[in-house]
C-alpha cells in the first residue's frame, strides 16, 4: 500500500525501471559479451552452438531452414557448419541484415507461398528446420504459454513439410516442455525427441528446446 501522499509508479515508469534492469543485466551477461566480441547477432547464437556440440546436427553440405530468424544468430551458425556447399534459409517477417551464404526472406514463415519459396531457395528437401520463433510477453504466462506453443505447432507443420526423412527439428517451448498433444505429434514424425535447456539460455528464463531427430516422412 502506498503511503499518504504518494503513488504508486505508473506504467511508463515500471517500463522504464524494467529497460534499465535489462540494459544491466545485458551489460553483465557473459554470453552477450562474448556475442559482441565474436561478432555474433545475438547471444542465442551460442544456444545453437551448443545444442549442436552435444546432439550433433549439422554436417557440411546440409540444407537448413530458420524460422523466426531476426536478428541472425542462428543463421550465422548454421551458415558457418554447413559451410560454402550447404543452404541456409532465413525466414521472419522482421527484416534481417544479409549474412554471407544466407538466404534471406522476409515473409510469414507460416503462409503457402512461403513454403514455396523456401522449397526454391534450398534447391532440395531440408535437413533441418529451426525455430526459435517467439512473440512479445504479455505478462500473463498462460496466454504467453498458449502463443508459443502455437508457434511451436505452425514450426512442426512447416517442417513436416519440408524435411527429408531422417531430418531434425529444433525448436523454442516454455519451461515444461510442449504441451501433450503437441509433443505426441513431435514423438510420432520424429525417432528421437529430447527437452534441453542449454548453458547459454538464462537460468531464470522459462525457455527450453526440443531437439527431435530421424523424422519419419509420411507415406
Known amino acids: 500500500m502506498s503511503r499518504p501522499g504518494t503513488r504508486p509508479p505508473g506504467p511508463a515508469k515500471a517500463r522504464t525501471l524494467s529497460s534499465r534492469l535489462w540494459l544491466e543485466r545485458q551489460a553483465r551477461d557473459p ?13 542465442a547464437a551460442f544456444k545453437l552452438a551448443q545444442m549442436d556440440e552435444r546432439f550433433h546436427l549439422f554436417a ?3 540444407r537448413v531452414v530458420d524460422l523466426g530468424a531476426a536478428p541472425g544468430g542462428w543463421s550465422q551458425v548454421a551458415a558457418l557448419k554447413v559451410g560454402e556447399m550447404g543452404r541456409v534459409v532465413a ?27 523456401i ?19 504479455t505478462g500473463d504466462r498462460s496466454i504467453d504459454h498458449l502463443r508459443v506453443m502455437a508457434l511451436c505447432a505452425q514450426a512442426l507443420d512447416v517442417a513436416a513439410a519440408l524435411l527429408r526423412p ?8 516454455l519451461k515444461g516442455g510442449a504441451d501433450r498433444d503437441l509433443l505426441v505429434a513431435i514423438k ?9 535447456k542449454p548453458p547459454a539460455s538464462r537460468q531464470d528464463s522459462r525457455e527450453v528446446y526440443i531437439v527431435a531427430q530421424g523424422f519419419r516422412a509420411p507415406r
Not at 31 to 43: D, K, P, Q, Y
Not at 166 to 173: H, L, Q, Y
Request: aromatic share 6%; charged share 25%.
Open 31 to 43: 554470453f552477450v559479451l562474448a556475442a559482441r566480441r565474436e561478432g555474433w547477432r545475438s547471444r
Open 60 to 62: 557440411t553440405g546440409r
Open 91 to 117: 525466414v521472419d517477417l522482421l527484416p534481417v541484415d544479409p549474412i554471407s551464404g544466407v538466404v534471406i526472406l522476409e515473409m510469414d514463415a507460416t503462409a503457402e507461398e512461403t513454403l514455396v519459396a
Open 119 to 137: 522449397r526454391a531457395a534450398l534447391g532440395g528437401p531440408a535437413d533441418m528446420v529451426l525455430s526459435d520463433m517467439a512473440t512479445p510477453a
Open 166 to 173: 531422417g531430418g531434425a527439428f529444433v525448436t523454442k517451448v
Open 188 to 196: 510420432r514424425a520424429f525417432g528421437d525427441v529430447r527437452h534441453v
